[in-house]
């Protein structure tokens, strides 16, 4: 695949095949994210894979509930990874004070779409989940009190069809120069 073609190959996966995930696959995807950019190169992240069938369960379960009613899906992925942010370097948590930006949640997003294109150019699915129940996933997976958990990420090979991608078009996006 072309990049272009990996962007819109890429998709959220919202259902899964049981078929297990080979760790050599996802050892490239966290790869992928380990080279990713961040705000003064602080990489304020890490991955907890988890594959472990228990475990996983335990954790998709915390991914909806009565007010997050919609991330049922999440019991098929074989695979579940939890991005934990840490807390930016120096340099840059003074740059997003002043800049009042959260450079270090920029910086895992970008991370996290180069988890998810490896994952895509490996032939497997993903979906980033921004709705989950931070606490008990904390404490379950002893997550320090000084990081958080922004983003999981659902993971398998896909048990649902290509669709089309429903997106503003070009001409509601671009501005050269000055906005007209
Ligand atoms: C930060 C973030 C949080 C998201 N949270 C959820 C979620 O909790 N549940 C879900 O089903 N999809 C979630 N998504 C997936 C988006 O709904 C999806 O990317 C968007 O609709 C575009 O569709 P596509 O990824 O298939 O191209 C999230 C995506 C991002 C980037």
Same mark, same amino acid.
């Given at each position: 695949?072309t990049f272009m073609?990996? =962007?819109k +190959?890429?998709?959220?996966?919202? /259902?899964?095949?049981?078929?297990?995930v080979e760790?050599?696959?996802?050892?490239? !995807?966290?790869?992928?994210?380990?080279i990713? &950019?961040?705000? !003064?190169?602080?990489?304020?992240?890490? +991955?907890?894979?988890i @594959?472990?069938?228990e475990?996983?369960?335990?954790?998709?379960?915390e991914?909806?509930? $009565?007010i997050l009613?919609?991330?049922h899906f999440s019991m098929?992925?074989p695979?579940?990874?939890?991005?934990v942010? #840490?807390?930016?370097?120096?340099?840059?948590? $003074?740059?997003s004070v *002043?800049?009042n930006?959260p450079?270090?949640? *920029?910086?895992?997003?970008?991370?996290?779409?180069? +988890? =998810?294109?490896?994952?895509?150019? #490996? @032939?497997?699915?993903? =979906? %980033?989940l921004?709705? +989950?129940n931070?606490?008990?996933?904390?404490?379950m997976?002893?997550?320090?009190?000084n990081?958080k *958990? @922004?983003?999981?990420i659902? %993971?398998?090979?896909?048990?649902?069809k &290509?669709?089309? /991608?429903?997106?503003?078009?070009i001409d509601?996006?671009?501005?050269?120069?000055v906005?007209?």
């Open positions: 695949m073609e990996l =962007c +190959f890429r998709q959220s996966n919202r /259902k899964y095949k049981t078929q297990p760790r050599e696959k996802i050892e490239r !995807c966290l790869e992928a994210a380990r990713a &950019p961040s705000a !003064c190169n602080s990489q304020p992240w890490y +991955f907890v894979v @594959d472990d069938p475990l996983r369960a335990k954790v998709a379960r991914t909806f509930g $009565v009613n919609f991330n098929t992925a695979v579940m990874v939890v991005v942010t #840490e807390p930016s370097n120096l340099t840059a948590r $003074v740059g *002043i800049k930006r450079y270090n949640l *920029i910086d895992i997003g970008i991370a996290a779409e180069h +988890f =998810c294109l490896q994952a895509a150019e #490996e @032939d497997l699915g993903t =979906c %980033m921004g709705w +989950f931070e606490k008990p996933l904390t404490k997976l002893n997550i320090p009190a990081k *958990i @922004d983003l999981v659902t %993971m398998g090979y896909p048990d649902d &290509p669709r089309d /991608k429903t997106r503003k078009t509601e996006i671009r501005h050269y120069n906005e007209k």
